[in-house]
């Protein structure tokens, strides 16, 4: 199993992207998927996640700025991300809980994808 990561890039402070992280592989089913960002020399942290169903979380300070969504038949999540602040400067990587054919689920996360916004 793999997830696969791209959509990352350099942006002027205001301007938006979107990243997309596709699944392929072994794979029963993904149930929840999101994105997590580590910045240099800080701990990595959520972003956002969503739940097979559509459910969504957000970190507060990506709030009504970030949008996560997912299409289930292509094993993929995006996060669309608007207003973007230095602050979010980071590397942006992907997760998701997958059940292989046996009946087991196991985290997985892509390669990392770097998101720097300029000032």
């Known amino acids: 199993v793999q997830l696969q990561a791209s959509g990352g890039g350099l942006v002027q402070a205001g301007g938006s992207l979107r990243l997309s992280c596709a699944a392929s592989?072994?794979?029963?089913?993904?149930?929840?998927m999101g994105w997590y960002r580590q910045a240099r020399g800080k701990q990595r942290e959520p972003v956002a996640t969503?739940?097979?169903?559509?459910?969504?979380n957000y970190a507060d300070s990506v709030k009504g700025r970030f949008t996560i969504s997912r299409d289930n038949a292509r094993n993929t999540v995006y996060l669309q991300m608007n207003s973007l602040k230095p602050e979010d400067t980071a590397v942006y990587y992907c997760?998701?809980?997958?059940?292989?054919?046996?009946?087991?689920?196991?985290?997985?996360w892509g390669q990392g994808t770097l998101v720097t916004v300029s000032s």
């Open positions: 997760h998701a809980l997958i059940m292989r054919p046996s009946s087991r689920e196991y985290d997985y």
């Open positions: 592989g072994n794979i029963f089913i993904v149930n929840a």
């Open positions: 969503i739940t097979r169903g559509g459910g969504t």
